[in-house]
T-cell receptor
Framework: EAQVTQNPRYLITVTGKKLTVTCSQN?????MSWYRQDPGLGLRQIYY???????DKGDVPEGYKVSRKEKRNFPLILESPSPNQTSLYFC??????????????FGSGTQLSVL | QKEVEQNSGPLSVPEGAIASLNCTYS??????FFWYRQYSGKSPELIMS????GDKEDGRFTAQLNKASQYVSLLIRDSQPSDSATYLC???????????FGQGTTLQVKP
């Protein structure tokens, strides 16, 4: 089954404790992206990757890191989480990216709480 | 000014009516436009994409794009209670991999 898999689904952590949210897709997509969703603010893009070893900042990259060492994986790293990073996070992928009108496949989301 | 703007609603329509959802965007270089639907607690799912001026129809859904006015809309005909959800407008840049979402419009279809 074609899918984007995020883990974990729920995560509660404390300020300053490094964490990684994993994202993997099995569709051989070149484009992958991370979003956070907060009430009233919609989906905001954190980072995106057009291909392996190519990553770029979205609109809200501060406090986050990503890597794209393999085509299928695009982990989101919070080196020192803070309470303002409490949010619902979505990973998404598409074949070549948004400029070509392609459907974006979303993962199930990760609800992160930073205490 | 936000890059992609939507009225957050809620927009309430009776069952069987036409629901009209609107979105404006600020980047004139935008090339691709999307409408996603998101049920509470779920991931967004694509309803329609459009990239040229005019109307695009798919079943009960019609997307309309007017690049001169920087405006994209979604019409839902014969609205059903199952259409009650948040509708997200998304706009893609032709030069980057950025895909910018509006804050979403909550639609309520009342039986």
């Amino acid at each position: 089954e074609a899918q984007v898999t995020q883990n974990p689904r729920y995560l509660i952590t404390v300020t300053g404790k490094k964490l990684t949210v994993t994202c993997s897709q099995n569709m051989n997509h070149e484009y992958m992206s991370w979003y956070r969703q907060d009430p009233g603010l919609g989906l905001r893009q954190i980072y995106y990757s057009m291909n392996v070893e190519v990553t770029d900042k979205g609109d809200v990259p501060e406090g986050y890191k990503v890597s794209r060492k393999e085509k299928r994986n695009f982990p989101l790293i919070l080196e020192s989480p803070s309470p303002n990073q409490t949010s619902l996070y979505f990973c998404a992928s598409s074949l070549t990216g948004p400029a070509t009108n392609e459907k974006l496949f979303f993962g199930s989301g990760t609800q992160l709480s930073v205490l | 000014q936000k890059e992609v703007e939507q009225n957050s609603g809620p927009l309430s329509v009776p069952e069987g009516a036409i629901a009209s959802l609107n979105c404006t965007y600020s980047d004139r270089g935008s090339q691709s436009f999307f409408w996603y639907r998101q049920y509470s607690g779920k991931s967004p799912e694509l309803i329609m994409s459009i990239y040229s001026n005019g109307d695009k129809e798919d079943g009960r859904f019609t997307a309309q794009l007017n690049k001169a006015s920087q405006y994209v809309s979604l019409l839902i005909r014969d609205s059903q209670p199952s259409d009650s959800a948040t509708y997200l407008c998304a706009v893609g840049s032709s030069n980057t991999g950025k895909l910018i979402f509006g804050q979403g419009t909550t639609l309520q279809v009342k039986p």
